[in-house]
C-alpha cells in the first residue's frame, strides 16, 4: 500500500467514525449502525452499567442496545477531542466527550471516551470503548434522587 493510499485509508476511516458519533449523538441509530458491519463486535472492559455485556455482536443487536440505553438521555453531542493514526491504516484510537442531559431527572451527563475502532471497507468491524461507569451510575441514581 503506498503512502497516499494510506493517507485517503485514515481520511476514510476517521470519517466513518466521525459519522457515526455524530449520528448517535443525534439519536439516529439506524444511520449510526449502518455504518457498522453486520457481524461488528462491540465491547467495554468496563461496561457502563453492571447489567451491560461486555460484549455485543452484529448490527442489530448494537441498534437495538442504543435505541435501549442512549434514548433515555438528550442528545448527546458527542465532541471528538483526539484522534491517534495507528501503523496499522486500518484502527485508530479516538478521545471523545459527551454533553447531554438525562431525561428522568434532568441532571446533566458527561462522560469521557477512548475508543478504538477497527475498519474494513466501509464498516466498523470492532469497536471497543473504555467509559467511566462511574459517571453514568451517579446519573442515573438521580432518578431515584427524584423519587
Given amino acids: 500500500m503506498s503512502g497516499d493510499e494510506i493517507i485517503q485509508r485514515r481520511e476514510r476511516n476517521r470519517s466513518i467514525m466521525t459519522r457515526v458519533l455524530e449520528r448517535l449523538g443525534s439519536q439516529d441509530y439506524v444511520g449510526a449502525c449502518a455504518l ?18 461486555t460484549e455485543i455482536r452484529g448490527r442489530g443487536e448494537m441498534e437495538s442496545f442504543f435505541a435501549g440505553g442512549m434514548s433515555a438521555f438528550e442528545p448527546y453531542r458527542y465532541e ?66 427524584e423519587s
Avoid at 463486535?41 to 457502563?48: E, G, Q, R, S, T
Avoid at 471523545?96 to 451527563?109: D, F, I, T
Avoid at 464498516?123 to 462511574?134: K, L, M, N, S
Fill in 80 to 145: 471528538i477531542t483526539r484522534v491517534f493514526d495507528l501503523v496499522d491504516p486500518a484502527v485508530l484510537i479516538a478521545e471523545y466527550e459527551s454533553n447531554s442531559r438525562y431525561k428522568v431527572s434532568g441532571a446533566p451527563y458527561r462522560n469521557h471516551y477512548l475508543g478504538i475502532f477497527r475498519f474494513e471497507g466501509e464498516f466498523v468491524t470492532h469497536w471497543r470503548e473504555y467509559i467511566d461507569p462511574v459517571v453514568v451510575a451517579e446519573v442515573l441514581a438521580t432518578a431515584e434522587a
Fill in 36 to 53: 457498522l458491519s453486520e457481524d461488528v463486535v462491540c465491547d467495554w472492559p468496563y461496561p457502563p452499567t453492571p447489567e451491560t455485556p
